[in-house]
């Protein structure tokens, strides 16, 4: 066993429950509450956008919650994943820490959203519906629910960020491929999108917007719900098979991570790799160090305000407690277009509030020089967003070489970086920039954001 580098499981041990932190958080998380009223928000609030199994597993605090059978046969395609022991990595470095990744670029999509996607297309499928409309940063989130809306009979809509529509039009193509429609955000299709265009007909787009114009589409038209690819418990939830195979997996080696890092844009592939192990602590196991990591550009974990905010600029969906950099800042265009959201997850929000979770944000320049280090030794050429976990990782690994101490580092590898070469070309022509959001346009975002009775 000592030096296995590839941690494999068969098929059968696949988890056959995800898990659901809500159980076993000391305080629950503050309720999401209705735009309008202020109150907390009832089941029925939420049901012109999702189907009600997905809404019950929002609030659920059952502790585990099945994976129904069709799921498991679809996510049989690739998972379980495998979890790699990165000795090349530990010998290029020079640390004498354990580094272990959780490789989720082996999705057909690849990255680890296909976890939620295809569970989000199988109850949309069950509950009779025909469309789903959706936003994507990066486009690894369209393009997953692209491929689950092929795999069920469902039509996709994507509202895909400008910027991100323009650098990556291979992962339109890709979208396009699955059969979906794929829409540059801000669009002249909604009355959210035709209002931004009309204040700047030139807008580079964020998530915020794209999510509005998803959420009016769903909302107009009964036979069209919305699906969201991060921040919201569900999709949280779904991702929780990550960290329970990593469990089994460390098990196989021996091993049990000191500390755990994830990159985090609305939080599901953090929370899915970092749950499970906090649930253990939670329970009276060991406890471990968990680190968020974040662009500097858009540092809604380190820099934001925990307050209610909307989860869209053009405030049609709920009102969530979150860390937020307010829901009309647009940050600047860098190459992460996953981790471009202006608040985080409720539940990892939560969860910074109660200590249990650290954040650091690093600028891009610094987090592709770490991603080409990771692929010069391990292979993977990993996705921007990744490279802030792989930076998260190689920081911790080298101050274990400066302790001299051998921890343990588990990190999530959380997709491929093969549609952003246009981005690691730029890398390395030396015209990547570290855009810096304007600090004026950050307060006055903040300075907007709901006030609460
Ligand atoms: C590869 C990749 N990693 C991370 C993210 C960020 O999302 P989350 O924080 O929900 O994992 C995205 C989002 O599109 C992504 O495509």
Request: hydrophobic share 40%; aromatic share 8%.
């Amino acid at each position: 066993m000592s030096d296995t580098v590839k941690f494999v499981l068969d098929e059968e041990r696949m988890p056959k429950a995800w898990y659901n932190i809500a159980a076993d958080l000391p305080q629950p998380t503050p309720p999401p509450l209705h735009p309008g009223t202020h109150q907390p928000l009832g089941p029925a609030d939420l049901e012109p956008l999702f189907p009600m199994a997905l809404i019950e597993q929002e609030v659920s605090t059952e502790r585990w919650i099945e994976i129904p059978r069709p799921v498991r046969d679809i996510y049989r395609q690739w998972r379980p994943s495998p979890l790699f022991r990165a000795r090349r990595l530990e010998q290029a470095l020079g640390t004498p820490a354990r580094i272990y990744y959780k490789y989720e670029g082996v999705s057909p999509a690849g990255s680890h959203k296909p976890n939620t996607a295809v569970p989000q297309a199988f109850y949309n499928k069950e509950a009779g519906i025909k469309r789903l409309a959706t936003e994507t940063g990066a486009g690894q989130w369209g393009s997953s629910l692209a491929f689950a809306g092929a795999l069920f009979g469902i039509q996709v809509t994507v509202f895909q960020v400008r910027v991100s529509y323009d650098q990556k039009p291979y992962r339109r193509a890709l979208m396009e491929a699955y059969g979906a429609k794929c829409i540059a955000s801000p669009s002249t299709t909604t009355e959210s999108g035709r209002a931004i265009l009309e204040q700047n007909p030139n807008h580079t787009g964020s998530l915020g917007i794209a999510i509005s114009e998803a959420v009016e589409v769903a909302a107009k038209d009964p036979a069209t719900k919305y699906a969201l690819g991060s921040v919201l418990n569900h999709v949280l939830l779904h991702q929780t098979i990550v960290g329970q195979e990593a469990m089994l997996q460390l098990e196989q080696a021996g091993d049990y991570p000191d500390v755990i890092v994830g990159c985090t844009g609305g939080g599901s592939n953090f929370g899915g790799i970092a749950f499970p192990f906090i649930g253990e602590q939670l329970r009276g196991k060991k406890k471990v160090r968990v680190v968020a990591v974040e662009p500097a550009a858009c540092p809604s974990l380190t820099r934001g305000k925990y307050a209610y905010d909307f989860g869209d600029t053009a405030h049609l969906s709920p009102l969530v407690k979150m860390h937020t950099l307010g829901s009309t800042f647009t940050p600047p265009g860098f190459h992460a277009g996953g981790l471009r959201y202006h608040g985080m997850a409720p539940l990892v929000s939560h969860l910074k509030e109660l200590g249990l979770i650290e954040a650091v944000a690093y600028p891009q320049t610094t987090v592709f020089e770490a991603g080409l280090t990771f692929a010069r030794a391990e292979g993977i050429l990993p996705a921007p967003e990744a490279n802030h976990a792989v930076k998260g990782a190689i920081d911790e690994a080298l101050r274990c070489k400066e302790e001299g101490t051998s921890k343990v580092i588990l990190f999530n590898l959380c997709g491929h970086g093969h549609f952003d070469m246009a981005a690691y070309s730029e890398f390395a022509a030396g015209r990547l920039n570290d855009a810096s959001y304007a600090e004026g346009e950050l307060a006055m975002a903040l300075a907007g954001l709901p006030s609460m009775a």
